[in-house]
Structure formats: C-alpha cells, structure tokens
C-alpha cells in the first residue's frame, strides 16, 4: 500500500541557510500536517492544510512556512536556519472525517 | 481539547498483556480517545481510537470507562518490537485540527 512520502530523508545545511521539505500524502488524503521533533522531544505540531488551505497552525517559526499544492503534495520551507531548527520534520497525511494520520518516516535535518 | 495524563514508564514482561492507562477527566462529549506510539525515531503509527464503546483492532484494545475520564490500551501479548513511547490524545474529529503528542508512556518490554 501507499504510504507518505518525504524528500529528502537527510539534509545538512549551514546556518543562515534555507531549506526545503517534501511531502507527498497518500493518494485520496485531503489534509497534511507537518511536525518537527527535536532530540529526546515529543512530535511538536507546526501547521495543516486541508484541501490546500491551512487549517491549523502550531509553534511554525516566522521563517518557516509550508504550503499545499493542487496535486495535494505539500512543501515546508525553512529560512535563515538557526542550530536549534536540527530536528527530525514529519509529515502525515489524513482522509477527512477519519480518524488515523499516517506519518512518513521523516527528514533528519542538520544544521551547522 | 482535553488534556491527559499518562504514567511517564512502564515495563512489561514479553507475552504478557501490557495495560497502558490514560486520565481524561475533563474530556467533552464529542471528543474522541486516539492511541499512538512511536518506536524510536520513526513516524508516530496510529493504534486505536473510540468514542464511548470499547474497541478492538489487530494491535489492540482499548477500554474506556462509562464515564469516560479515563481509559486503558491493551496490547494482549507484547513483544519486543512493542518498545516504544505511547501517546494517547483526546480530540474532537475536525478535519485539519492537529493532534497534541506527549507526553507519553515509554513502554519497555523486557526478554
């Protein structure tokens, strides 16, 4: 069965540097959330999108913003990152009205 | 959304059932009760999740009481691989609206 896709799976940039994540929800999923979770944390939420619109909004950074697609693939773009933005970054996607998120396997960002 | 409360560990022995409780005393009456673990590192991966009535699925059952402030995961016979940490959350089933992971339990089962 399909599952989330995220890209890429490691990414090391310097500070001050941008990155860029990806993520491609499970075909018929109408809402993605993005998570970041720093070493030895709890998942943290950072933003949804439902049908490309966002729908909820956690502790994103201003630097941070994400956006979803026609295609429903979703990106989360990162400015100016600090060395505090290492974290792994989750992305699930949902079916509207049903209760399981199913995760992707995450991307391990380092920054230096 | 209701807050819970989990005990912080736990151990289990392998092939026993491990009962993974969860206090909700402020839940409203259209929230649901959703379990979710995470092995290390990896993406959190859904359990279970009911409204009032107990339930069960291939991984587990989940237990919730009458008046609903609290409820129980069972996982009948753990196994090593069921080591991880164990969040249960209390929602209303909005589209969108995230879910609040942790704290959990770090569910340890032991050889």
């Known amino acids: 069965a399909a599952g989330v896709i995220q890209s890429p799976r490691h990414l090391i940039k310097e500070k001050r540097e941008t990155a860029t994540l990806k993520c491609y929800p499970i075909?018929?999923?109408?809402?993605v959330y993005w998570y970041q979770q720093g070493p030895g944390q709890d998942p943290q939420f950072l933003i949804s999108f439902y049908e490309k619109m966002q729908s909820d909004k956690g502790s994103i950074p201003d630097r941070f913003s994400a956006q979803q697609f026609s295609d429903y693939h979703s990106e989360l773009n990162m400015s100016s990152l600090e060395l505090g933005d290492s974290a792994l970054y989750f992305c699930a996607s949902r079916r509207a009205y049903t209760g399981e998120l199913f995760f992707g396997e995450g991307s391990r960002l380092t920054v230096l | 959304d209701a807050k819970t409360t989990q005990p912080p560990s736990m151990d289990c022995a392998e092939g026993r059932a491990a009962n993974l409780p969860c206090n909700h005393s402020?839940?409203?009456?259209?929230?649901?009760v959703y379990w979710y673990r995470q092995i290390h590192s990896q993406g959190p991966q859904y359990i279970i999740h009911g409204l009032k009535n107990n339930e069960t699925n291939e991984m587990a059952s989940l237990i919730i009481t009458e008046d609903r402030k609290s409820s129980t995961l069972i996982l009948p016979h753990a196994t090593l691989r069921d080591t991880a940490v164990y969040y249960c959350?209390?929602?209303?089933?909005?589209?969108?609206?995230?879910?609040?992971f942790g704290p959990g339990t770090r569910l340890s089962v032991l050889p």
């Open positions: 959350i209390v929602r209303v089933d909005h589209y969108g609206q995230n879910f609040v």
């Open positions: 075909p018929r999923h109408d809402t």
């Open positions: 402020t839940i409203s009456g259209n929230e649901y």
